[in-house]
């Protein structure tokens, strides 16, 4: 047990000092990787949404996201619909990359099942 955490503390000094563990930043908007917030629609616009939501014990948030011709809507965005935004933060703002519209579940999925 001692022998392999040697090998590898070994193995990790090595690499760390050749260099090949270094962190990179993303070098195109390709390469970024996605945040996500979930809420209700409150506000929208042909360029922007505004998403907002509460979580307990915590106060509540609100985002605005632009919409731009690269942005992806899945289904039906309308006001009060519950939503799922993939963006990415840029100088002009949180810009929206994906909108996944989420629909309610039907009362029967809902109801408890009879055993």
Same mark, same amino acid.
Not at 106 to 111: D, I, N, T, V, Y
């Given at each position: 047990?001692?022998? /392999?955490? &040697?090998?590898?503390? *070994? ?6 000092? /050749?260099?090949?563990?270094? +962190? ?5 908007? *390709?390469?970024? &990787? ?10 929208? /616009?042909? @360029? ?27 289904? @039906?965005? @309308? ?14 703002? @949180?810009? +929206? %990359? #994906? ?5 309610? #579940?039907? %009362?029967? /999925? ?6």
């Amino acid at each position: 047990m001692v022998a /392999s955490r &040697r090998g590898f503390l *070994a193995g990790f000094t090595s690499a760390l000092l /050749s260099g090949s563990l270094h +962190a990179q930043a993303p070098d195109t908007a *390709a390469e970024q &990787r996605y945040e996500f917030f979930s809420g209700n629609v409150s506000a929208l /616009s042909a @360029d922007k949404v505004t998403v907002g939501r509460t979580i307990l014990g915590r106060p509540p948030r609100r985002r605005t996201f632009l919409i731009t011709a690269d942005t992806k809507v899945e289904g @039906d965005l @309308d006001l009060k619909c519950r939503v799922t935004v993939a963006f990415v933060v840029a100088q002009e703002g @949180d810009v +929206a %990359k #994906r909108i996944i519209v989420r629909t309610p #579940r039907s %009362k029967e /999925s809902l109801s408890p099942k009879p055993r």
